[in-house]
């Protein structure tokens, strides 16, 4: 998955400022239900959250 630059440049700067690990989670959720699910508004227009649940290990490359 491609991470949006918008969601990419949230990120960075929720964890400059010392955004919790559940921040940052609602974050990359927000991102995922955008880029996987709903595809720029194009598919799953009603579903309205995804959630991180039990989460060990997330790596993101820049």
């Given at each position: 998955?491609?991470?949006?630059?918008?969601?990419?440049?949230?990120?960075?700067?929720?964890?400059?400022?010392?955004?919790?690990?559940?921040?940052?989670?609602?974050?990359?959720?927000?991102?995922?239900?955008?880029?996987?699910?709903?595809?720029?508004?194009?598919?799953?227009?009603?579903?309205?959250?995804?959630r991180f649940t039990?989460?060990?290990?997330?790596?993101?490359?820049?």
């Amino acid at each position: 998955m491609a991470l949006p630059p918008q969601y990419a440049a949230r990120l960075f700067d929720a964890q400059e400022q010392g955004a919790t690990d559940q921040d940052l989670q609602k974050i990359a959720a927000e991102a995922l239900k955008e880029v996987s699910f709903q595809d720029g508004g194009r598919r799953a227009g009603s579903l309205e959250e995804v959630r991180f649940t039990d989460v060990q290990h997330i790596d993101f490359d820049l």
